[in-house]
Structure formats: C-alpha cells, structure tokens
C-alpha cells in the first residue's frame, strides 16, 4: 500500500504554469506506477498523465499531452506534474494515484489503487 500527501495547485490566469507534488510513503513506492487524474465540476474522474516506476515510459491524455510533464523522483519518494500552458478547461480538483503498472494506473478507479486527497486548480480566462 502506497500513502499519498499532495501538494501544489491553486489560482492562475489562462496561460500560465503550475506545479503539483505528490509525497508518497510505503515500500510498495518504488515499485509502483504513478499517475495523475482530474476531476472536474459536474464531470468523471479523467485519466492525466502517468509514469512507470523506473521513469523509462510516461503516457499522456491527448487534451494535456505537449503540455504537461510528469516525473518522480524515486529517491524523494515524490511525483511531480508540471502543468504549462492552462487552459480554462483544464479547472478541476487533480489527484495522484499509484497502481502496480502503468496500464493499470491509467485504468484506475477511485475504487482501485491508492490516491491522494485531492488538489484544486483553477485556470481563469
């Protein structure tokens, strides 16, 4: 099992850059895959942006592919998204999660790996 504080997130005009951190602990970490999600008002859980365990192979949304960067640092036990260019639509509560691969992270549900509590992000126009 996988515990995960985030971190990050807040207000920023449309075309701007933000910053989120996941902090993970449990031995399970480093053999985990990690990934990001968003959830915005009114709409499901989407699937973001993920990272293998070893960083050798990451996976991006189309909506935020070009525009987001995910990494970890295995050492730090953290993951980080570097979110550039945002866009009004990209508004929402973002969560990081941990899955023990990438296609299951990409394929998680709030019922399945574990995830942190939640960050908001709001992109104004």
């Known amino acids: 099992q996988v515990h995960l504080v985030q971190s990050g997130g807040g207000l920023v005009q449309a075309g701007g850059s933000l910053g989120l951190s996941c902090a993970a602990s449990?031995?399970?970490?480093?053999?985990?895959?990690m990934g990001w999600f968003r959830q915005a008002p009114g709409k499901e859980r989407e699937f973001v942006a993920a990272?293998?365990?070893?960083?050798?192979?990451?996976h991006y949304a189309d909506s935020v592919k070009g525009r987001f960067t995910i990494s970890r640092d295995n050492v730090k036990m953290m993951v980080h998204l570097q979110m550039n260019s945002l866009k009004p639509e990209d508004t929402a509560v973002y969560y990081c999660a941990a899955a023990p691969s990438l296609w299951a992270v990409v394929r998680a549900t709030p019922d399945s790996g574990s995830w942190g509590q939640g960050t908001q992000v709001t992109v104004a126009s």
């Open positions: 990272i293998t365990w070893n960083a050798d192979a990451t």
């Open positions: 449990g031995r399970a970490f480093s053999s985990s895959a």
